[in-house]
């Protein structure tokens, strides 16, 4: 009877987790939430979404990229080039040069607000796409005089680089949101965590309204009462809570938005008032590099309740750990099976299908 109610204990995690994370600690953490998944199922066995959903994705902070200076990026099972101009704009093209295929992102250089394949000196505009000097040749060929270089859409808020995608190559259709708090000098820089998961964004997104999880997976006592709203961007929730302190309970609460697929947020009140900005990516059909970037007011973090808004965001990255285990070989169910407890599954689905271009055809 003892193996019984010990297994029913809501507060023992399950034996997936348990067994994954239960020595990992130090830098053995942060290489496990890095490493590749061995013997993981193809994405078509998984049955992961085989379209990316569109809108706006944040790739690199913005004190990542500093002028003069290109980078490589591989987003969206594409190689990229991502560079700094000496006006202080980002641009970014698809990595390839077109004359003999070099990958402009590896020692390539900035020429001025353009960009110098290292192979043979060819120069691209990163705004128009085309070829603008070919330092050995007399005439340009007329192919790369007009657009033959993917560009993509780029901009700059919240501290961050974000780029915009459309599997069609149409122009973005709303604007990332800028939060007060990522340029108020009052609030701390950002911590930062970060993993790679072995998954689909709509799987991961999916967990959000997915109540009954958070009671098997992370151990609440309770199933969360939420506040659910969709919008035209995405969906919005807030949850009310008693936060245990050794100063007793505070009453808290978390807010949760998301403008599009690829910008979500939550500010948490309570013990301290904390920002995190989630940063999803998608690598490839089964890859999302995932950073979550935490900011709080300098007076709180430094002062007396600031050990408890640490503990905070460890606990808030134990969490994704622990889903991290099931995202990592989920598979995507089309036709699930709902109970009446799962949380609104399918009409997050159906709000999340117009960010799919054939999909939400």
């Given at each position: 009877?003892?193996?019984?109610?010990?297994?029913?204990?809501?507060?023992?995690?399950?034996?997936?987790?348990?067994?994954?994370?239960?020595?990992?600690?130090?830098?053995?953490?942060?290489?496990?939430?890095?490493?590749?998944?061995?013997?993981?199922?193809?994405?078509?066995?998984?049955?992961?979404?085989?379209?990316?959903?569109?809108?706006?994705?944040?790739v690199l902070l913005s004190s990542e990229l500093e002028p003069g200076v290109v980078k490589p990026l591989r987003h969206f099972s594409t190689e990229l080039a991502i560079w700094r101009g000496m006006d202080g704009k980002v641009r970014m093209t698809d990595a390839y040069c077109k004359h003999l295929g070099a990958h402009m992102g590896h020692g390539g250089t900035v020429d001025g607000n353009q960009l110098r394949c290292p192979f043979h000196a060819w120069r691209y505009d990163g705004d128009a796409g085309v070829v603008t000097d070919i330092p050995y040749a007399r005439v340009i060929p007329p192919q790369?005089?007009?657009?033959?270089?993917?560009?993509?859409?780029?901009?700059?808020?919240?501290?961050?680089?974000?780029?915009?995608?459309?599997?069609?190559?149409?122009?973005?259709?709303?604007?990332?949101?800028?939060?007060?708090?990522?340029?108020?000098?009052?609030?701390?820089?950002?911590?930062?965590?970060?993993?790679?998961?072995?998954?689909?964004?709509?799987?991961?997104?999916?967990?959000?309204?997915?109540?009954?999880?958070?009671?098997?997976?992370?151990?609440?006592?309770?199933?969360?009462?939420?506040?659910?709203?969709?919008?035209?961007?995405?969906?919005?929730?807030?949850?009310?809570?008693?936060?245990?302190?050794?100063?007793?309970?505070?009453?808290?609460?978390?807010?949760?938005?998301?403008?599009?697929?690829?910008?979500?947020?939550?500010?948490?009140?309570?013990?301290?008032?904390?920002?995190?900005?989630?940063?999803?990516?998608?690598?490839?059909?089964d890859q999302i590099n995932a950073r979550f970037l935490f900011t709080q007011p300098k007076s709180q973090a430094a002062g007396p309740m600031g050990g408890l808004a640490r503990a905070m965001i460890r606990d808030i990255c134990k969490q994704f750990d622990q889903d991290k285990v099931v995202w990592d070989r989920q598979k995507f169910e089309p036709n699930p099976i709902i109970c009446d407890g799962d949380g609104p599954i399918p009409k997050f689905r159906k709000e999340y299908a117009k960010f799919y271009v054939e999909q939400g055809a």
């Open positions: 009877m003892a193996d019984i109610d010990n297994h029913l204990d809501a507060r023992v995690p399950p034996v997936a987790v348990w067994q994954v994370l239960e020595k990992l600690r130090g830098q053995d953490l942060v290489d496990w939430r890095k490493a590749e998944v061995a013997n993981r199922p193809s994405p078509d066995e998984r049955n992961l979404p085989r379209e990316f959903p569109f809108g706006w994705y944040p790369v005089k007009r657009k033959c270089i993917r560009t993509w859409p780029v901009t700059e808020a919240n501290r961050l680089i974000w780029m915009w995608y459309h599997p069609h190559e149409a122009a973005p259709t709303w604007e990332v949101l800028e939060h007060p708090e990522a340029s108020d000098p009052e609030w701390t820089d950002y911590e930062i965590h970060e993993w790679n998961v072995w998954g689909s964004l709509q799987n991961m997104a999916e967990n959000g309204v997915d109540f009954a999880h958070f009671k098997y997976i992370h151990g609440t006592a309770t199933f969360p009462e939420a506040e659910l709203k969709f919008h035209e961007f995405g969906r919005a929730a807030v949850i009310k809570a008693k936060m245990g302190t050794p100063m007793g309970e505070v009453d808290g609460t978390i807010a949760f938005d998301t403008k599009g697929p690829g910008q979500s947020w939550t500010r948490f009140t309570g013990i301290s008032e904390t920002l995190l900005i989630s940063c999803l990516a998608p690598v490839e059909r």
